[in-house]
């Protein structure tokens, strides 16, 4: 793959096509994505940098905040297991229904998270399928951090799955073959063989999946309970501050999880790139003996 | 060590990939799998290395029945069509992997590693390119820095799956040269895959030549190439002519209407008649170390082909539409007959 | 040496037992959207109340959502120790799905267990340039009336409810109160889903000559966005809300909490808690508070769903269900 290296002549468009297109294109991201995040910072410090730090220092806040990251921490290595597990699954072994697996493991992204989150009331609130069982051990599963959790983890699933299933694919099984013929266990050829080469996937995966488990609504929204200053999660509180009339404290918190959209932009952005050169140093065969 | 396969079946889907193969392989020989794609010669390769688990059969290593183990257990060198190096691992820490993946029990202290590594690396002629990454090594140092590797834990078994098939034709060439020298000082029993019968031959002390998951035949490259078993081993091993009744009976004296002589084109002249026949020269082309003639003949679909020498053709030259006669030196007869002349 | 370890355990015993005599106990307020700063002091003057009486720290957490919404978490299992919702018919809820509370909860507590109450007021720009004095005003030509979906808001149909039966009343019969009405929804510019866009509509984007809201939301919208910009109308006639609260006997049993949840209730009846209900706009049960601010509460006929309407289930079926009265006087575009 080369790098500034101009098309010739033939291969490129005309000016007058290709000059519009682009005024287009920069329009439709500079009011669709560029304003949004300006507006956000703008109205957040409107007010002034006491009045933003006031908003984030509120208890409330404070929780929220604790509580997202909370959730994310918890979720996000659980989706790393589970995504590293169905992507050697599907890309290491041929059985019956593995089409139906693959179809299954996209389902959050097919399905509603208002959805998944009724779900999860319908499984595991009182009147659910676990209720009783769970109401006579006293265990609270919905409207407290476990809800959370499981829905968070439930929408951000098919992330790191759908990120290793294409490159695990891609790079084929030979390096782990030669690895057991030279007498690897199965943990020490994922270990040694294995993870190295998917860890810039795998790291792609895990940032995809904090921002989105970080930024989830509708499913946290469903199973929350909205209890003030415990099972309200950033994005909750959001909305609470909105509907209280107070734009500032709300703009202000929301810049914070804007913030984190765009440290989540740079990081992906940056490891794409690594990707990129290393798939193209391996791609590049010499011709020399 | 001796390897044996016995009775092998084994399947993709509804397609036959192996079809009750035995094979046997003599301790210490360097045997190679011939055949086209998709005749089965890499399953088989991979059942004996315990990558694939056949339907049925069994698999002995020196009498021991190894049918139940995996690839780990087997304890054989497997070497990969494009090298499976571990990309992220140097060259030193590729040879040294198989070393340092044992239980600590049985591990290696680390300067006995280093020797080992070090050592098959000045065997292979890579002295100087421990830290380098595969990324960085042309084809054929890639391959030989993947058989230090198999080597590296002392296999008593070799397996190769088309080791050369990825590199260009230079390169090949000296590899093959040079996995042959190796292979006499070091007689570790390997068995190697090729679709190549040139490469075949120049390596292997047998070859078993395979077809539609079936061993069509196995001998040494002598027999062969002058007794093949079956027309389809005949075709295979090079360009041969068929030649049906009419045009053999003449020279091979042959009652049986149905059956159809084989003849190499170097085993093969045209004698020129003065009278005129149904067999005309049509082609007449200078390859540079020989000379390929070719002659039609109204019932044939195909010209039939004869390369000489190019003194031999000097010395009596041949021109396009000459009506000549078959002189054969060697033929094989398949039909109902399947003799030797 | 060994008598230092016995101290040391007694030392340790005490502590338990202290802590168990003055222990921290937490209660869960699921409520409906509009009570939170009405909550929030309502909670920190009860929690200072109860330690000095017990020296327990009580803490009271609140959840808000919509009242419907919330009720059905409680269902769900929401482990709320007492509900103060908007409508008895949510806490009915409770009681046909899952026993959580017995069939006679209103009883229990004075006035229906509504220990305030609330009415649909109006909203206008300060001074009042249309001079909307009453509901009639509001079908004049030209004049802008905001107020959410009924079909989307559940504060929203308080609204429409309350216009009908103002219309019934002052012109005798549904047929007129139905024209009455659709005369009102023409003069709707935007129809929001929800009370929140309305008041953004109304307040930030200066649309609309009038806002109808609650009472106590309106003046909170002012409070924090329109200082000085806007003023409250009170109509001749407008529709009573009594939100009721109840424990909720399943959970406070389960707690142990059944003491200090009834006690937490009746903190709202007692003058402390109607003076901070009346300082957040909820009208007072209680006279005397009442009395004493009667200029932020003028007075106006109130009528209540139940005299007027037949009760929730029926006005609901008659004005807000699919093809009823709503569907057929609103078309969007006209």
Redesign the interface.
Known sequence: MKRGVARPPALRDPWWLALPLILVALAFAALFLLLPLVAVFGYAFEKGWDVFVTAIGDPDAREAIRLTVQVAAISVPANLVFGIAAAWLVTRFEFRGKGLLVSLIDLPFAVSPVIAGLVYVLLFGLHGWLGEWLAERDIHVIFALPGIVLATVFVTFPIVARELIPLMQAQGDEEEQAARTLGASGFTMFWRVTLPKIGWGLLYGVILCNARAMGEFGAVSVVSGHIRGLTNTMPLHVEILYNEYQSTAAFAVAALLALLALVTLVLKHAIGWRIARTTSDESSTEARP | MSIEALDIEHRYGRTVALDKVSLGVRSGELLALLGPSGCGKTTLLRVIAGLEFPVAGRVRFEGRDVSRLGARERHVGFMFQHYALFRHLTVFENVAFGLRVRPFWRRPKRAVIAAKVNELLELVQLGGLAARYPAQLSGGQRQRVALARALAVQPEILLLDEPFGALDARVRGELRRWLRGLHDRIHVTSVFVTHDQEEAFELADRIAVMSAGRIEQLADPETLYTKPASPFVCRFLGEVNELPFALHAAFTRSRDERSTAFVRPHDLAFERLDADGALAISSVRDLGPGVRIEARHASLARPIVASYARERHAAEPLRVGDRVALAPRHWVMFGDEAGHS | MRIRLRNSWLAVLLAASTSAIAADVTL?NVSY?PT?ELYRDVNAAFAAQWKQQSGDTLTI?????GSGKQAR?V?????ADVVTLALSYDIDGLHE??NLVPADWQKRLPDNSAPYTSTIVFLVRKGNPKQLKDWNDLVRDGVGVITPNPKTSGGARWNYLAAWAYARRTLGSDDAARDFVTKLYRNVPVLDTGA?GA?TTFVERGQGDVLLAWENEAL??VR??GKDRFEIVVPSLSILAEPPVSVVDKVVD?RGTRAVAESYLRFLYTPQGQELAAKHHYRPRDRSVAEKYAADFPALTLVTVDEAFGGWHRAHQTHFADGASFDRIYVPGR
């Open positions: 869960l959207d939170r957490r609140q959840s808000h959502g978490s269902i769900d299992g929401l482990q799905n899952g929140r008041t909170l919208a924090e966005i389960k």
